[in-house]
């Protein structure tokens, strides 16, 4: 087995800079994971495997075995080269390399009655896996960025979605896209929106349907308001006319499971 002492050593060099440089996972397809819970659920949801790094005080080489069926390449690391590239304050001393999937609208399968939840411009990674729980927490057929603004393999979205971010169908493309593949599809899609808009609860989530949502200080843009089946508003009985995406993602999402019956 393969062992790295040295946070000098190249491959690590390379390793840090897949934490810190969206550009070097665009170029090389891969990305880090951290924990053995998000790593459980990237094999679950089909991502594939290169590397394994662990620390041997916390992990064994067998727990390792039992995770990954497929080949992969596993490295011994000391606890100097696991500070350097663990992104979490919780020690759980493993590592992977995995490869990053086509995020293409294309390549979505959904089923024959699908609940899609879009998000527009999103690009606080506290937020974008706060989405990415909720979806997972009511099972959606797929997320659908438009306009995305921040790489999704940004470490900060894999730690704060909790590994959801492997548990989602997910694609990306720009709000034209979008909207074009919905229609293209038949999916009658509710943009959450303060203009010319009805309450939420009325209207009839039990077909195709995809509820689409934008950032708290711009909301969406005028494409989704002029082409929606319908814009859609939560009643605010507050001070404010506005609430955290993520909350509000949970609040139709919901509502369309309720009526369908969860």
């Known amino acids: 087995m393969k062992q790295i002492t040295s946070i000098q050593n190249p491959f690590i060099k390379s390793l840090v800079l897949l934490q810190e440089k969206s550009k070097a996972r665009k ?39 039992k995770l990954i069926k497929n080949p992969f390449q596993i490295i011994e690391i000391n606890k100097e080269v696991y500070q350097k590239l663990a ?26 009655n699908p609940l899609i939840l879009v998000v527009e411009s ?10 990415l ?16 603004k921040s790489d999704l393999y940004n ?33 009658n899609f509710y943009s959450a929106t303060l203009q010319n808009s009805t309450s939420y609860h009325t209207q009839n989530f ?3 349907t995809a509820l689409v949502v934008g950032t708290e200080a711009t909301g969406l843009t005028q494409e989704w308001r002029d082409n929606a089946t319908q814009n859609i508003i939560i009643p605010m009985q507050g001070e404010i006319d506005s609430m955290n995406v993520s909350v509000a993602a949970a609040i139709l999402i919901f509502e369309a499971k309720r009526q369908r019956g969860f």
Request: net charge negative; charged share 25%.
């Open 122 to 131: 999103l690009e606080k990674p506290g937020n974008i896996g706060a989405v």
């Open 206 to 208: 039990t077909t195709p």
């Open 27 to 65: 170029q090389t397809g891969t990305f880090l994971i951290e924990g053995l819970r998000e790593i459980s659920l990237a094999i679950k949801g089909g991502y594939e495997i290169e590397t394994v790094l662990f620390l041997p005080e916390l992990v064994s080489e067998s727990e390792i075995n």
């Open 133 to 148: 729980r909720t979806a997972d927490a009511a099972n959606l057929d797929a997320v659908l960025i438009a306009n995305p």
């Open 155 to 187: 470490p900060n979205i894999v730690r704060s979605s909790v590994g959801c971010l492997f548990t989602n169908q997910i694609a990306t493309g720009t709000t034209t896209e979008i909207i074009s593949f919905l229609k293209e599809k038949k999916i």
């Open 87 to 112: 992104y979490r304050d919780t020690t759980e001393g493993i590592l992977a390399v995995a490869k990053s999937k086509s995020l293409k609208l294309s390549d979505l399968k959904l089923s024959d």
